[in-house]
């Protein structure tokens, strides 16, 4: 059943996230209102969930061709990294020498991964230092050596400092095209941002999932295609905002973790607040993130995907042990996705927080009362997660005790009606898909980070802060946003110290209503 | 038998020298990839005492110096220190016979085990703080006497800078400019010396110590019980960070940190004064621990050591404070790095003395 007419000439757009356990979709329409929504199991292959979760609505509209806009968040590019399937070969280059050789590329990478992944490395003369000098001036004759040596699916270029300098990496690029034509590269100051390592670790990875987006793009309009739909098709990112799929093809690797963020998302438009806690409750744990002006506060921590550590953005997430099928007695195990046979609600014998929050008068779920002799130990259950997200609250608010928390996923009834630290808990209509909505609703964006003078330290400072805003915003135009509505809509400074110049890292992003 | 630092090690040493990081000294991280990789593709490094030394034997104190930020783009160049160790055969005739850390707490900690590696010498089992100092004169050779009177600098790009400083405060200060030259990161050897030298001016067994402060926690039911019982650490406050307050001035990260007691320390309060390093430990306007006696935060839970950039709000924190080397304890040791080394117009009164233990 549609949840509100449709109009016979509306544009509806499909938003669709796959999750560990469910792929979730939605169908929104021009007034960005709910008309249709599915959950289904994710399956091993990622594609037939999906596919699955597609028809379930498609079967709730009248007419599937009134579909103008797919968006999807999806973990193919994780899964293909935890699994080693289906990555590309990488040549590695760094610009760099004779600084940097203590530690070559991939030195810390899992030997299963490095080996599936790296088509040869090198380190050759360039990169710059922290002001902006050249190390060395670029070793082209090297890069081409390297190049006809290194037969590879794609390749990644990582300079020293090249989010201050990007000059060098550029060159290299052009150097590509000219010798080996179109193949995909993968530059290090597009992905990442300061940190040599982890920068070129993000550009590695990025390039090896080249294969994985051409195949996933293929799966999703191939679908798409069998279905009758002719449709723009857009890529959730880890910040919450969506990418066209030309952009996504260049950057899968900022696919990897959409997921929490199109959760955040998806409360913040369906609470109507911009700046709340929002918890997830799924079936195996509770995923609390921070909601800052509509979106996700972003972790300052490295991040570590598949044994490699990265360090590109991702939202702030902290995941606690409590979901819907968390085992009473046995936490943190959870009956997972056999919570339809085994909780006491559904008539099976494992008490599970599903039936503790049915006991404790918190939501009607299943067709099974629950047996009196567990209220006792259920009752304690109820209290013990009760106190575990107060304090995961107030981990997460930082001090703010005048945030409302909003309740989003599958479990979240499990959630009291009051919790320490929260003013207010919000249950939006719709919580149950606010990932999927999430993706539905997202913003296209664009970010850079540099380096610039300090305040008051030096010269050009006000030039090279608009050039940055411009840098960026010009980036989320690519990645779709209507160029006329693109806003700065994060603007940071962090000071660096010993350096004999004041200077800052400037972390600049931009993001707008996508393009009509 | 001989130790040697065995692949296995670095995570633990690695671990070792944040805690005796108070809170500066670098970031861990890269040096123990450096570690890593120069112990697989040269093999373990010997761990030696001054003892296994001839008296003459040259000890090669090294130490990376330069911004956190850059040192964690522009990573060292391999040959950094076969540079520093040629110029000191130009000069001395002789080679060295074995590396020094300079500095034990943070990345310097770690980063040796690398260069020693890739000389193919013995690390000793020594360093000159004990911990992690800001500056190139706060080190036990300079409150020892031992004249800093030869500095060799050695950069990414293959420069090498001799200084001859007329006495420590030159040494910092010429130093400092010749890294700014080369990038803001460079590699140093202050002071070389001999091993016989080196008796009460360094303070021994750190890298063993920095190891065994690292082990202590691997598997440990109650890892900050455990890690308190090694370090013989007075358990400040358990609580939560509540304020952060940061400013950089001077090229330091200076800052205020408010950890609000939870649990049995509900109600009291713990502010730290940092720059770069934690100095000043402060509860109800009492002075708890200072400088130079080791003040270090720990995630309350792993009982691991958290840097002053990674301190965060809400964080679930424990502040343990323990007593320096009795060398930092001397007039001159004070005078060279105790409170009014760093602006506090405070007396210094030994941690263990402020708790009532000794």
Redesign the interface.
């Known amino acids: 059943m549609s949840e509100h007419a449709i109009a016979a000439d509306a544009r509806l757009r499909i938003g669709i996230d796959v999750g560990g356990t469910n792929t979730d979709a939605v169908v929104l329409d021009e007034a960005d209102r709910v008309v249709a929504k599915a959950k289904r199991p994710t399956s091993p292959d990622v594609t037939e969930g999906l596919r699955a979760a597609l028809d379930a609505v498609l079967g709730e509209l009248p007419e599937p061709g009134l579909v103008t806009r797919v968006m999807l968040g999806t973990t193919h590019a994780t899964n293909a990294i935890l699994e080693r399937r289906s990555l590309g070969r990488v040549a590695v280059l760094r610009l ?9 590329p991939l ?2 990478w899992p030997e299963d991964l490095a080996k599936t992944v790296s088509a040869g490395a090198a380190v050759v003369r360039g ?1 710059h ?3 902006g ?1 050249a ?2 001036p670029l070793d082209e004759d090297a890069v081409r050596r390297f190049l006809a040596a290194t037969p590879a699916d794609a390749i990644a270029v990582t300079g ?2 090249s989010p201050a300098s990007a000059d060098q990496e550029n060159r290299v690029a052009e150097i590509i095209q000219a010798e080996l034509g179109e193949v995909p590269v993968s530059l290090s100051h597009e992905i990442g941002s ?4 982890e920068r070129e670790n993000a550009a590695i990875l990025n390039a090896a999932l080249y294969g994985v987006a051409r195949d996933v793009t293929g799966a999703l309009q191939e679908a798409l295609r069998a279905r009758g739909l002719r449709v723009e098709t857009f890529f959730a990112q880890n910040d919450g905002t969506l990418m066209a799929v030309d952009y996504a093809a260049r950057y899968p690797v900022l696919t990897i973790g959409s997921g929490p963020a199109n959760s955040l998302r998806g409360a913040a438009y369906l609470s109507g607040v911009k700046d709340a806690i929002v918890a997830d409750v799924g079936g195996t744990s509770t995923d609390l993130g921070v909601l800052v002006g509509g979106f996700p506060r972003e972790s ?1 921590a490295a991040v570590e995907i598949g044994g490699v550590t990265t360090n590109f953005r991702m939202p702030d997430i902290l995941s606690i042990a409590l979901g819907g099928g968390t085992i009473v007695g046995a936490e943190p195990r959870s009956v997972g996705y056999r919570i339809g046979r085994e909780a006491l609600v559904f008539g099976g014998t494992t008490p599970t927080m599903t039936d503790a929050a049915v006991a404790a008068g918190r939501g009607s779920v299943g067709a099974h009362a629950v047996p009196a002799e567990w209220h006792d130990r259920l009752a304690a259950a109820v209290r013990r997660a009760d106190d575990l997200v107060a304090d995961a609250v ?6 703010k005790a005048d945030l409302p928390l909003v309740a989003v996923g599958g479990g979240a009834f499990l959630l009291a009606p009051r919790i320490p630290g929260a003013p207010e808990v919000i249950r939006p209509e719709h919580a149950e898909v606010a990932n999927a909505v999430g993706a539905a609703i997202a913003l296209a964006s664009g970010r850079l980070e540099t380096i610039v003078p300090a305040a008051g330290a030096g010269n050009g400072r006000a030039t090279l802060i608009e050039k940055a805003k411009e840098e960026a915003a010009a980036r989320a135009v690519a990645a779709g946003a209507d160029p006329a509505s693109v806003e700065i809509v994060e603007l940071s400074e962090i ?6 110049e ?1 200077a800052v ?1 400037l972390h600049v992003k931009a993001a707008g209503p996508l393009a009509r | 038998m001989q130790a040697r630092i065995t692949l296995d090690d670095v995570a633990a040493l690695a671990r070792g020298c944040a805690v005796l990081g108070t809170g500066g000294g670098g970031d861990v991280r ?1 040096g123990a ?2 570690a ?3 112990i697989r593709e040269r093999g373990e490094v010997p761990l030696v005492t001054l003892g296994d030394l001839p008296d003459d034997a040259l000890v090669l104190p090294l130490s990376g110096i ?5 040192s ?9 220190p076969v540079r520093i160790k040629e110029e000191i055969e130009r000069i001395f005739g002789r080679g060295p016979a074995a590396v020094m850390s300079s500095e034990i707490g943070g990345a310097n900690g770690v980063a040796p085990v ?1 260069w020693a590696a ?1 000389l193919g010498l013995p690390l000793l089992d020594a360093d000159a703080m004990g911990r992690a100092f800001p500056e190139v004169q706060m080190v036990s050779l300079y409150v020892a006497g031992i004249p800093a009177n030869l500095v060799i600098m050695s950069d ?3 420069n090498v800078v001799t200084i001859r400083p007329v006495d420590g405060l030159w040494s910092e200060a010429i130093a400092r400019a010749v890294c ?1 030259a080369s ?2 990161s460079a590699l140093m050897a202050d002071y070389v010396l001999t091993a016989k030298e080196c008796a009460g001016a360094v303070i021994e067994g750190t890298v063993t110590r920095a190891l065994a402060i690292g082990r202590a926690t691997e598997g440990a039911q109650d890892p900050l019980g455990a890690l308190t019982a090694e370090l013989g650490a007075v358990r400040l406050l358990t609580g939560k960070v ?2 952060l307050e ?1 400013r ?1 001035t001077g ?3 200076r800052g205020t940190v408010t950890v609000e007691g939870t649990g049995d320390d509900r109600g009291r309060t713990l502010t730290l004064e940092i720059q ?1 390093e934690n100095l000043v430990a402060v509860e109800d306007g009492v002075v708890r621990a200072m400088v130079p006696d080791l003040i270090t935060v720990v995630d309350t839970q792993a009982a691991t050591a958290i840097q002053t950039e990674g301190l ?3 964080q ?1 924190v424990t502040v343990l404070a323990w007593p320096c080397d009795p060398l930092w304890r001397t007039p001159k040791g004070l005078e060279t790095a105790g409170p009014r080394a760093f602006g506090y117009d405070l007396d210094y009164r030994p941690v263990e003395t402020i708790a009532g233990r000794a």
């Open positions: 760099g020498a004779p600084a940097t050789t203590s530690v070559p030195s810390e990169g230092f922290v002001d000098r190390i060395a020293v400092f300061l940190g040599l390592l300052a107030d981990r997460v608010a930082l001090g000071p660096l110290s010993y350096l004999p004041p890292r | 890269s990839i450096a890593r990789r120069a330069g911004a956190p930020t850059v964690h783009e522009m990573i060292h160049a391999e040959d950094e690398a890739r990414a790009v293959g700014v990038g803001s509540t304020d940061r950089t090229g330091f990260a770069n965060r709000y809400g679930r």
